[in-house]
């Protein structure tokens, strides 16, 4: 994906936020550390513990309190798309945020009953950082609109309503780029059931601004955003009942409630991945371990290639190659399309023999192990899946997916999930898309954390595997 892409560019610009946040923070509090030794501070405030204090142990406090800090700032929501706030109200979340940390600062001091050096050196570095990261926030401001102006990292929008209650929020929309979103359609809300044509991969939100809504209307809206990954933005005069994901959002002065597919979004999004990359670097050296034997046993067992690596369907529809340790005879795709009318399950679109004849006798104690899938630790360092998230499914599958069936594409699959530890391959697929999408839509770290512990367990029983 490239940086300015449509869905990238906020993204980035949410990671350097970040980033200029915690370097701002520490630059404040160089400059505090500066302040205290000037002169005409001495004057107003003789300095009398400052010279105990070493400016190494003032730095690394102040390195290590960053992190923190950023933390704070994420708490008030400083980091929920800030191009778009008001100066007023970037003034007042970066006001709250700093005030706050020195706060926790001075909470964390009293917890340890100590006291510090200089507390004028909190004081200023407080306000110091107050005035960077309100400073850094505006500049990052100026640049993200001049992009924004120019087309890049603006969101697709599709709008339904009718003419008379669209036309204001559209004309604002034209006129102020640097809010970031490009209208793509509108539709009247008999259109968004007639439109089967429109291209709904393209758009990124669905804004319902009619007062006319129904049941069917909401429900085809909701529908749309599952199916292709959409924010829903709902007008507060045409609330529905879709709670999930809910937060206050507003274009042209309009207050709406914008409705996500998954937390997986903003913060969500960032510590998911960052647990995902510790937790598989940690894996890979038993992985390796693992590797040797299985790729003697596999090349000993029948000719072909140790690894595969199979085509699958991941976040917002992006076919991706999934490796796998091979479990098959090396002409296994010409066999299923031989053994189609051999399948077991037909519920669904997936392809399921109870003794399939083209898995080998290695292959099948791999499976029954879950061994075969430790590969796919490449994928989730490469970004392609999650250590826990819905099962990857091949395209042609996808393809016979209801529409709102495909909520699932919302979030990167994942090796293991709640469809894997709640029945593995007997599991209904009806049953599962329910698992898969009940995950999407409550997402937690604890969650993640839940499912890994639960899923040795499962492997233990070896029940279903194949």
């Known amino acids: 994906m490239s940086m300015l892409s449509s869905r990238g560019l906020p993204t980035y610009f949410l990671l350097g936020h970040i980033i200029t946040d915690g370097l701002a923070i520490i630059l404040a ?21 400052f010279n105990e204090l070493q400016f190494s142990g003032w730095i690394s406090l102040v390195t290590l309190y960053s992190i923190c800090w950023v933390f704070v700032f994420a708490i008030v929501g400083l980091y929920n798309h800030p191009w778009r706030f008001s100066i007023g109200v970037l003034f007042q979340k970066i006001l709250i945020g700093s005030l706050g940390g020195g706060a926790l600062l001075l909470a964390w001091f009293f917890w340890q009953r100590e006291m510090f050096n200089s507390r004028f050196l909190i004081l200023a570095w407080v306000v110091c950082t107050f005035l960077v990261v309100f400073l850094t926030h505006l500049l990052m401001r100026v640049y993200m609109q001049y992009l924004m102006r120019r087309g890049y990292g603006t969101h697709s929008l599709v709008i339904i309503g009718n003419e008379s209650e669209v036309t204001y929020v559209r004309e604002s929309i034209i006129k102020n780029p640097q809010w970031g979103w490009r209208i793509a359609k509108i539709l009247s809300p008999q259109e968004i059931f007639k439109n089967t044509e429109f291209q709904w991969e393209t758009v990124e939100a669905l804004l319902l ?29 045409s609330l529905s009942a879709r709670a999930e994901n809910m937060h206050a959002d507003s274009i042209a002065g309009i ?23 510790v937790v598989s ?12 034997p299985c790729a003697i046993a596999i090349r000993l067992n029948s000719p072909g290639p140790i690894f595969v690596a199979l085509p699958r369907v991941g976040l917002r529809g992006k076919i991706f190659l999934m490796y796998k340790f091979r479990s098959m005879v090396v002409n296994a795709p010409e066999m299923k399309e031989e053994l189609r009318n051999n399948n077991e399950r037909s519920d669904g679109p997936l392809f399921k023999m109870s003794r399939d004849p083209r898995i080998t006798k290695v292959g099948m104690w791999l499976r029954s192990w879950s061994i075969d899938e430790l590969p796919q630790i490449i994928n989730v360092l490469r970004g392609e899946m999650s250590l826990v998230g819905p099962r990857p499914h091949e395209p042609s599958e996808i393809a016979q997916y209801l529409l709102r069936q495909k909520k699932v594409l919302a979030v990167r699959p994942g090796i293991t999930g709640l469809a894997q530890i709640n029945g593995r391959s007997s599991l209904p697929f009806v ?6 999408s009940w995950y999407v839509q409550a997402w937690s770290l604890w969650l993640d954390i839940t499912i890994i512990a639960q899923t040795l367990p499962v492997l233990l029983r070896r029940q279903n595997a194949v």
């Open 255 to 277: 207050p709406l409630i914008r409705c996500s597919v998954t937390p997986l979004i903003g913060w969500g999004m960032i510590i998911k991945r960052i647990f995902d990359i």
């Open 29 to 49: 509090g160089i400059f505090a550390w500066g302040l205290r030794g000037l002169d005409f501070i001495e004057e107003i405030r003789p300095v009398i513990y």
């Open 431 to 436: 049953e599962e898309i329910k698992f898969d």
């Open 281 to 292: 670097l940690l894996a890979l050296p038993f992985f390796f371990i693992i590797m040797i």
């Open 209 to 237: 601004l009619t007062g006319e809504r129904t049941p069917a209307l909401e429900e085809r809206a909701g529908e749309l955003a599952d199916a292709f990954q959409l924010e829903l933005l709902i007008g507060a005069g």
